[in-house]
Structures are given as structure tokens and as C-alpha cells.
């Protein structure tokens, strides 16, 4: 059913903007099971673009506290493995911190790169959270594999306490468009809008693409 919502909503902005007009040329050749076809192959993308732009709470989140956590108490600090979905950190927080931590830097951030630094890091006042690859030993039949995992590295802990996740909160990346498909209400309108922009972009009609990008953005003030 929300594939059928989606697409239907996506069209009749696409209609207000003139796509079907039979004396336009903005979709020469194309007809409604092609547009549909743009739509969906442009929708996780489109909600890639979303997340990047509209508050976090109009998405999906999910809880990961007990992911596997792999700690070093004598130095304070530690990593959780992140799920295969995840896609952006809502909020981490280790229990001794005083607040919690909303961003998620990249290993090639200058801050990132200090973290190694036990005077420099990140602390129970001021946590800092790395994205990271590493290598995760697992059993496999019996057999010890190592495997790369993302994980979240955590800065930091007073050396010598025990490591205890208390809030692990992230927007895990959505899955092709479907039935299936769990839209908020608050995000269906938006999203629509993107996809519409996006698929205007396919067909290099770019400033109709950028009134409806910008539309999504006023939707929500």
C-alpha cells in the first residue's frame, strides 16, 4: 500500500509542475510507467537527501545499546560495532558521561585524528565519537574470522571504570521503496518533494528540480 501512496503523491507534484503536459517537452517520449519506474530508482536517494536536511525525528529510529561493545578500560576508552543499516547517529551515551554525543566524525577529521592523544581526547564533559573500520574476530564453525565492521569509537572513559552504553540511538538506512516501506506522516510530504526534484534532474530540468527541493525545506518551517 505505501508503495502505491508514495508514487501517487510523488505524480501529482509532478503533475502541478507540468510533466504531462501535452504541449510541453519536459518529458518527451516519456509516459507514466517510465516516470514511476525514475521515481523509484531515485527514492533512496532521494531519502538519503532527507536525512541529510529535515530533523531526525521524522525518520525511523533505532535502538543499538546492544550491539557488541568492545572495550579498554585501562585506557578509558572502547568502540561498538554498528549495525548493517545504520546510517546516522541519533545520540550515544556512555553511562559516567555528562552528556551525550550527536555527531558522528569521520576518521580523517582533524578532531578525530587527536583522539589517540589521552590529553587531547574527548571526555566525560566533552564525549567525542569516530567512525571507524575495524577488523571484528567472529566464530564461524569453529573457526576464529576477522571481519570489518564499522564501528563507533568512543572518547572517553576515567581510566579503570567499568563500560556501560547508556543510550544508543540511530536512523538505519532505508530499504528500496516498497510495500513494506514505513514513512511518518511528517516525512511523506518532503520526501515526495525530493523525489520529484531528483527525477526532474534525470530530465535536466534543473530550476523546476530546485523549486521543488526548496518546497521540502519550507514545509517544515
Known amino acids: 500500500m505505501m508503495k502505491a501512496v508514495f508514487l501517487a503523491r510523488v505524480m501529482q507534484i509532478m503533475n502541478e509542475m507540468g510533466w504531462n503536459d501535452t504541449e510541453s517537452d519536459s518529458f518527451l517520449g516519456s509516459d507514466t510507467t517510465k516516470v514511476k519506474e525514475h521515481i523509484e530508482s531515485v527514492f533512496v536517494d532521494a531519502w538519503r537527501k532527507a536525512a541529510n536536511i529535515l530533523p531526525k ?29 545504520f546510517y546516522c547517529l541519533l545520540s550515544f551515551k556512555m553511562c559516567g558521561w555528562q552528556v551525550s554525543a550527536d555527531t558522528l566524525l569521520p576518521a580523517s577529521d582533524p578532531l578525530a585524528r587527536i583522539q589517540a592523544n589521552e590529553y587531547t581526547r ?98 517544515i518551517k
Open 57 to 85: 525525528t521524522y525518520f525511523t529510529i533505532k535502538d543499538f545499546s546492544e550491539q557488541r561493545l568492545l572495550t579498554d578500560i585501562a585506557l578509558g576508552t572502547g568502540c561498538i560495532v554498528l549495525p548493517d543499516d
Open 122 to 219: 574527548g571526555n566525560v564533559v566533552r564525549p567525542v565519537c569516530v567512525l571507524n573500520t575495524k577488523p571484528i574476530m567472529e566464530y564461524n564453525d569453529g573457526e576464529v574470522d576477522y571481519i570489518h565492521k564499522d564501528v563507533l569509537e568512543y572518547y572517553s572513559l576515567p581510566v579503570g571504570i567499568k563500560h556501560k552504553v547508556e543510550e544508543a540511538l540511530y536512523v538505519p538506512l532505508i530499504a528500496p521503496l516498497s510495500d513494506d516501506t514505513v514513512l511518518s506522516d511528517k516525512l511523506l510530504a518532503p520526501l515526495a518533494y525530493i523525489c520529484a526534484s531528483m527525477v526532474f534532474c534525470i530530465f535536466e530540468k534543473t530550476e523546476v528540480a530546485q523549486v521543488l527541493e526548496n518546497k521540502a525545506t519550507e514545509i
